[in-house]
């Protein structure tokens, strides 16, 4: 569904991406694990256009990836950023249909809010609510919940447990795991290696701009050396 091949991403003199290559079939959820700088959001940014890459070609569905945001969005991919993004000053309710901005297919978008509340009952309780207010776990619902709302077959999910606590993260990952269910591809680019592992059908490590290791992602939980190294336990 996804394909990046030799990707390389420069900022300035810095080589942030080094000849990636990673695939991403279509009801699979992939994890792209790394400490912090290991280029993971640098990958998801040029993915979506928001970075240029100098080399390499993406391709979405056997065509190469457009290189406008909107234009991704289209296609049927979304972004959820790291740090949330949300809009502060409006509710909840018009964050959501924010993310359906470019749909006019009323009567579906309405059924994709309701999916959403059914995912996030958090959120319907508080449709009102100023997005700022909500706490840092909401604000992660908001977002993933925003993103759902393009309608998207491929999800890019930049680090849902960042900042959040321990029972909060289990809830985001069940729900990625109910959205896979939901007929959707997720790539998910985590620092929380065990959890990202956990619910991931492949996996790919990314260490300073180079993939590391990439494999099934249950094998790799299974790897001593990677959880002495990635998960600090052996
Ligand atoms: P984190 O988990 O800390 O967010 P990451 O794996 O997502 O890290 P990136 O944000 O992709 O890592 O950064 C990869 C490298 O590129 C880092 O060394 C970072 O300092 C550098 N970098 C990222 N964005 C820029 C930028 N706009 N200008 C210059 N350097 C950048």
Request: proline share 3%.
């Amino acid at each position: 569904m996804l394909k990046v091949e030799n990707l390389n991403v420069y900022y300035g003199g810095i080589h942030a991406l080094r000849g990636i290559d990673i695939e991403v079939q279509e009801g699979q959820i992939v994890s792209i694990i790394g400490s912090n700088g290991a280029g993971k959001s640098t990958l998801l940014n040029a993915i979506t256009g928001i970075v240029k890459p100098k080399e390499g070609l993406i391709t979405y569905k056997g065509n190469e990836i457009p290189r406008t945001p909107h234009k991704i969005v289209k296609l049927g991919i979304c972004q959820v950023p790291e740090g949330r993004l949300i809009f502060a000053n409006l509710t909840v309710k018009d964050n959501l249909m924010m993310g359906a901005y470019l749909r006019n297919d009323k009567k579906k978008i309405e059924e994709d809010l309701e999916k959403v509340y059914q995912l996030f009952p958090r959120l319907l309780e508080r449709i009102n609510q100023m997005a700022g207010t909500l706490s840092g776990g909401e604000q992660q619902m908001l977002a993933m919940g925003r993103g759902l709302m393009s309608n998207p077959d491929l999800i890019l999910l930049d680090e849902p447990s960042l900042g959040l606590a321990p029972l909060l993260v289990r809830t985001i990952f069940e729900i990625i795991e109910d959205i896979k269910k939901m007929n959707k591809t997720i790539l998910l680019v985590e620092q929380n290696a065990y959890k990202a592992l956990s619910i991931a059908d492949k996996a790919y490590i990314l260490e300073q701009g180079v993939i590391k290791k990439e494999g099934i992602a249950e094998e790799i939980l299974q790897d001593k050396s990677i959880l002495e190294a990635y998960l600090g336990k052996a």
